[in-house]
């Protein structure tokens, strides 16, 4: 990695943070905006090579989205990029035989969306002595190769994996289908959320993280944005 690649990577990330920054403070709310502060920037490093990675830890940034397991435990399990204060979101779809790895590895999961991985999540929680915060994945779009519960079916869910299951619910996810202005997905996921007293969103991509902000996420997920093409 030469310094003007690190340099390139670093002014990168904090373009985002000032556009996620100006995002919140224009965002409607009763007091007339929102702290930039409350707002994550998770950073999207699934096939992203190491230099790149490296260069984004050495800018300070300790947030990352990885979509599989196996990938995640490559890259993260050990060696140069385990830095103090590392979280690391798996954000990607999860298999339930999976769920005791990913447990083992992940701060926060946030593609919960059928019983049968609750079910693995709790059994997991309890082999590994780990509770990584839980987000249910909404499949507002109600796309058929995408995974997540439906709207409907969201609230009913929530509930069982707090009453059956014990399962502590911190937030919900959603990914808007492309051809669609994201705004009033996630505008749904908001309501949702609400009636279900959560208020941590995770929505908005590289292409509509500012729109998401303003609907009040909590977290966005960037990754070409972020660190430009791969390779």
């Not at 950073?43 to 190491?50: D, E, F, L, M, W």
């Not at 059994?123 to 590994?128: C, H, I, K, L, T």
């Not at 937030?171 to 996921?189: R, S, W």
């Not at 729109?211 to 966005?220: D, H, L, N, P």
């Amino acid at each position: 990695m030469t310094q003007t690649q690190t340099f390139s990577v670093a002014q990168s990330r904090r373009a985002i943070l000032d556009r996620m920054a100006a995002a919140a403070r224009g965002a409607l709310s009763p007091a007339g905006g929102r702290d930039p502060a409350d707002v994550t920037l998770v950073a999207v490093s699934k096939q992203q090579p190491q230099e790149k990675i490296a260069a984004m830890l050495d800018a300070g940034q300790r947030v990352f989205g990885e979509n599989r397991v196996q990938e995640a435990q490559a890259r993260w399990s050990e060696g140069p990029n385990r830095r103090e204060g590392l979280e690391l979101r798996l954000i990607g779809p999860l298999q339930s035989n999976k769920a005791r790895e990913a447990v083992a590895l992940f701060d926060v999961i946030e593609t919960l969306d059928r019983e049968k991985l609750a079910i693995a999540l709790a059994e997991a929680f309890v082999r590994e002595g780990r509770t990584p915060r839980l987000y249910v994945q909404v499949n507002t779009g109600e796309e058929p190769q995408k995974a997540g519960v439906s709207p409907a079916e969201a609230d009913d869910f929530i509930a069982l994996c707090r009453d059956r299951h014990g399962l502590t619910i911190e937030g919900l996810m959603c990914i808007p289908p492309e051809a669609e202005a994201p705004g009033p997905h996630f505008a749904l996921l908001a309501r949702i959320a609400g009636r279900n007293g959560l208020d941590r969103l995770s929505m908005g991509m590289s292409a509509d993280f500012e729109t998401a902000i303003r609907f009040g996420a909590t977290s966005v997920r960037v990754g070409s944005a972020l660190f430009g093409g791969r390779g």
